[in-house]
Nanobody
Framework: QVQLVESGGGLVQAGGSLRLSCAASGLTFSRAAMGWFRQAPGKEREFVAAITPNLAIRQNVDSVKGRFTISRDNAKKTVYLQMNSLKPDDTAVYYC????????????????WGQGTQVTVSS
């Protein structure tokens, strides 16, 4: 059974930082492309960033360029999202997702999802 468990969310002031983690189990993590998505109330789920097993990265440059960094530790079966210079517009539930194949920005192309972690940025 595949499980993706996010952690690290919380309440932070604008300009602050958070580091999200997503621990995976039940899948061959070293072969999985891992993605981070977010969903604000009343909005569609939005692609944030994704990383291949070989550490190639794809990002939503419009939203997070220069502020968010995705990384992974295959030995720990964990993917991270370092978020700096947070803005109120970054407030959302953040989800990690996994798929086998190339990184994708479309949510429906991912096979496995975590339960999400809330990030709230106050102004």
């Amino acid at each position: 059974q595949v499980q993706l468990v996010e952690s690290g969310g919380g309440l932070v002031q604008a300009g602050g930082s958070l580091r999200l983690s997503c621990a995976a189990s039940g899948l061959t993590f070293s072969r999985a492309a891992m993605g981070w998505f977010r969903q604000a109330p009343g909005k569609e789920r939005e692609f944030v960033a994704a990383i291949t097993p070989n550490l190639a990265i794809r990002q939503n440059v419009d939203s997070v360029k220069g502020r968010f960094t995705i990384s992974r530790d295959n030995a720990k079966k964990t993917v991270y999202l370092q978020m700096n210079s947070l803005k109120p517009d970054d407030t959302a539930v953040y989800y990690c997702a996994a798929r086998f194949g190339s990184v994708q920005s479309i949510p429906r192309l991912y096979d496995y999802w975590g339960q999400g972690t809330q990030v709230t940025v106050s102004s």
